[in-house]
């Protein structure tokens, strides 16, 4: 029993021991942040660039007590703005505005506990914005089916161009497209209508959500049919196509294959041995008026796509009266074409959104001023793989106006 009240007194003892111990140990802290009660030093020599929509600061970090630099702004009244720039960088860029001005912005030297320097309070003179600049530009004219719109993105700013229409009844306006573009020339067609009056909105808004005024327009678009294949002529030969004088290998159908309504065939496939771009020449039976054709890849299996012999460059010509020599001296380049693929991934490698165009097919405009046109030639000019003197596609399809 003496021994169970001496092991009780033993274990009192050196609870208090630990409990004196522990109170008496300075408390270390451990993952805490850093601390500074020194006032950052103001930035010194600043200059501001104007840009469009834009400003660059720059500016020398003195002293050692900053760990960032932070610029305060406002786009509009209410609307508050900031970025942070680490010591290792000598400039900040503010952005967001919605018109060219001056806008006030106030700039601090921040240490490592966020306290501030006493504000440097300075004056930006912001350009036109590209919006602004983009909407000056902007034209609207008919087309077929529908309009088309033209703007120069000078500033190359992010823009989408909105389209509202009139509903079935001409009553409810309604938004119709919504064009995304960072481009520098933007052209493109909406389409869809009907051959009569019609009233057409465009407007533009930036990334900021900044809106232009409305352009409006009362356009009548023009009649647009899809061509008939089997009103196109898939065997003229000129001098120098794909297979004058037995100088040409062609198989898988030849030219006929380009227009007979499968664009899941396998290709229309031919060769220039002698190393040479290689073209090809069919016709309309008749002077037509083009607004805009789909090519189809090459889809014999998955390594074809986007891949070897199929188009990613080529040119469009077109003549009333060609030359028999197979010359290009009495045709007119309608326009260079570039398939582009939408993710922009390697040769081989596909996702979803690409595998989607190769069967929708690329659509590419032929420009209204060119008129009526019968015979056609399509050049290669840029294999997938590289080479040019191939072509193997597995359809063509054309729409315009026979009338």
Not at 116 to 137: C, G, H, N
Not at 270 to 284: A, D, I, K, R
Not at 383 to 399: D, Q, V, Y
Request: proline share 5%.
């Amino acid at each position: 029993m003496k021994n169970i009240k001496y092991l009780k007194s033993i274990a009192t003892v050196l609870v208090l021991v630990i409990f004196v111990f522990l109170v008496g140990c300075e408390e270390e802290l451990v993952n805490q942040p850093e601390t500074s009660g020194v006032t950052p030093e103001q930035v010194t020599n600043v200059q501001v660039e104007s840009l469009n929509g834009a400003a660059v600061i720059t500016y020398d970090v003195v002293g050692d007590a900053t760990d960032y630099v932070l610029v305060e702004y406002e786009t509009s009244p209410g609307v508050k703005r900031e970025q942070k720039a680490s010591i290792y960088l000598d400039s900040l860029l503010i952005e967001g505005f919605p018109t060219a001005g001056s806008y006030p912005f106030k700039l601090y030297s921040v240490n490592i506990s966020e306290k501030r320097s006493e504000p440097l309070e300075m004056t930006a003179d912001v350009l036109e914005t590209p919006l602004e600049i983009a909407f000056k530009t902007l034209s609207v004219r008919r087309d077929f089916g529908g309009i088309n719109i033209n703007a120069v993105n000078a500033g190359k700013g992010d823009l989408v161009i909105e389209t509202i229409v009139e509903d079935e009844n001409l009553q409810v306006l309604k938004t119709a497209d919504l064009h995304y573009s960072t481009l520098e020339t933007i052209k493109y067609n909406v389409r869809g209508y009907e051959s009569v009056p019609r009233n057409f909105w465009v407007t533009m808004r930036d990334r900021w959500g900044h809106r232009s005024d409305t352009l409006k327009t009362e356009l009548t678009p023009f009649y647009e049919e899809d061509i008939p294949q089997n009103t196109i002529n898939a065997n003229i030969i000129l001098p120098t196509d794909y297979d004058y004088d037995n100088t040409w290998a062609t198989w898988a159908g030849g030219t006929n294959n380009l227009f007979d309504g499968n664009t899941r065939s396998l290709m229309a496939g031919f060769t220039n041995p002698e190393g040479e771009s290689l073209h090809v020449t069919f016709e309309f039976g008749k002077e037509i008026t083009l607004s805009r054709f789909t090519i189809w890849q090459r889809q014999g299996n998955s390594a074809d796509y986007y891949n070897g012999p199929s188009p990613k460059i080529f040119e469009l010509w077109g003549s009333n009266d060609p030359s028999n020599d197979g010359s290009f001296d009495s045709w007119t380049l309608i326009d260079r074409y570039e398939i582009i693929k939408p993710s922009g991934s390697p040769r081989g490698e596909n996702t979803a959104e690409d595998l989607a165009a190769l069967v929708g097919g690329h659509e590419f405009i032929v420009p209204i001023e060119y008129g009526k046109l019968r015979y056609m030639r399509l050049k290669t000019i840029e294999a997938w793989s590289g080479a040019a003197p191939n072509l193997m596609i597995s359809e063509l399809r054309f729409w315009g106006n026979r009338e």
